[in-house]
């Protein structure tokens, strides 16, 4: 149990568009959704905290009018990366937690990832 | 200072041997502690969680030192296949937000 999607796994894209990736939780219900960044040789960085049915929480230095997020069920959650540059290429992770099973050790599962290049 | 602190290696071991991650974490107020897995160009999974009492899983020993906020993973016996990058993680206080270290990267060597 408890498997997070992510879609699209790859995607390459022109400077100034728009990707949007989603998230989702198969086989439970995830009120929170995490969506992390990864760049080569670092280590996975927080960008927003998702709750469903409310706006997403940002950290710090985390534009949110780029790095749009929408949780609209308890199962998905959308981060669309508006005028994406090459600075944003990146790898995208997705988590989600898995509150059903009353978990006290606030495990996240997550997602297979998307990478995106923007050229 | 960052929140978790990890010897980003790498650290090359033959086969057989034991190695041991440490981490540091500056949040005294952290209250869950993991050890996840990530194999290049992949999501992290996870290893184990951190107990209080310390604990093990197979190969893989993991200890908890809160008044000195230090973690740490033992492996023992290693095998080719635990080549990979080694991440702690502790949770930020009652946020339910995880802190990544930089991640430990292992490589077992034939």
């Known amino acids: 149990g408890a498997v997070v999607s992510q879609h699209p796994s790859r995607v390459i894209c022109k400077s100034g568009t728009s990707v949007k990736i989603e998230c989702r939780s198969l086989d439970f219900q995830a009120t929170t959704m995490f969506w992390y960044r990864q760049f080569p040789k670092q280590s996975l960085m927080l960008m927003a905290t998702s709750n469903e049915g409310s706006k997403a929480t940002y950290e710090q230095g985390v534009e949110k009018d780029k790095f749009l997020i929408n949780h609209a069920s308890l199962t998905l959650s959308t981060l669309t990366v508006t005028s994406a540059h090459p600075e944003d290429s990146s790898f995208y992770i997705c988590?989600?937690?898995?509150?059903?099973?009353?978990?006290?050790?606030?495990?996240?599962?997550f997602g297979p990832g998307t990478r995106l290049t923007v050229l | 200072r960052k929140e978790v602190e990890q010897d980003p290696g790498p650290f090359n071991v033959p086969e057989g041997a034991t190695v041991a991650f440490n981490c540091t974490y500056s949040n005294s107020a952290s209250q869950s502690f993991f050890w996840y897995r990530q194999d290049c160009r992949k999501e992290p999974k996870l290893l184990m969680s951190v107990y209080s009492s310390g604990n093990e899983d197979g190969r893989f020993t993991a200890q908890l030192n809160r008044a000195s906020q230090y973690i740490s993973l033992l492996i023992r016996d290693s095998k080719l296949s635990d080549s990979a990058t080694y991440l702690c993680?502790?949770?930020?206080?009652?946020?339910?937000?995880?802190?990544f270290g930089q991640g430990t990267t292992l490589q077992v060597k034939p």
């Open positions: 988590s989600a937690r898995d509150l059903r099973r009353g978990n006290p050790y606030n495990e996240q599962f």
């Open positions: 993680v502790v949770n930020s206080g009652n946020t339910g937000k995880l802190i």
